[in-house]
């Protein structure tokens, strides 16, 4: 049995779907940074040290689309690209996870 086919990206200009891409990659370098979830200080921080780069990402996609004339973030369809993406998932490792004991 097949698993059911991710939902379609929406249309995006080149700039939205380099804002997307880095917010992801951003997203999941915080996850891997997260204090509640991380293991070893290495991996934590060559996820710091790059995540430099991925915030001059999202500044350069940012930039370009205001310099393009694209002045306003269009949220529903970024949200619907983020979950076509499966942001929610990666998402869910910013999170403090809740405590299991009583």
């Known amino acids: 049995m097949r698993p059911p086919e991710p ?3 929406p249309a995006l ?3 939205e779907g380099a804002y997307i891409d880095a917010f992801l990659e ?3 370098l915080l996850g891997r940074l ?3 979830r991380a ?3 290495y ?3 060559r996820a710091a040290q790059a995540l430099v780069g991925r915030a001059a990402a999202l500044r350069d996609a940012l930039t370009l689309m205001h310099e393009r004339g694209e002045r306003e973030v269009h949220a529903e369809t970024l949200a619907r690209a983020l979950r076509a993406l ?3 998932r990666r998402a869910l490792r910013v999170t403090v996870p809740h405590d299991a004991s009583p």
Request: a negative charge; aromatic letters at 0%.
């Open 7 to 9: 939902p379609p990206l």
């Open 13 to 15: 200009t080149r700039a």
């Open 26 to 28: 951003a997203v999941d």
């Open 34 to 36: 997260n204090p509640a």
């Open 39 to 41: 293991t070893h200080t």
């Open 43 to 45: 991996g934590a921080l």
């Open 86 to 88: 499966d942001g929610e």
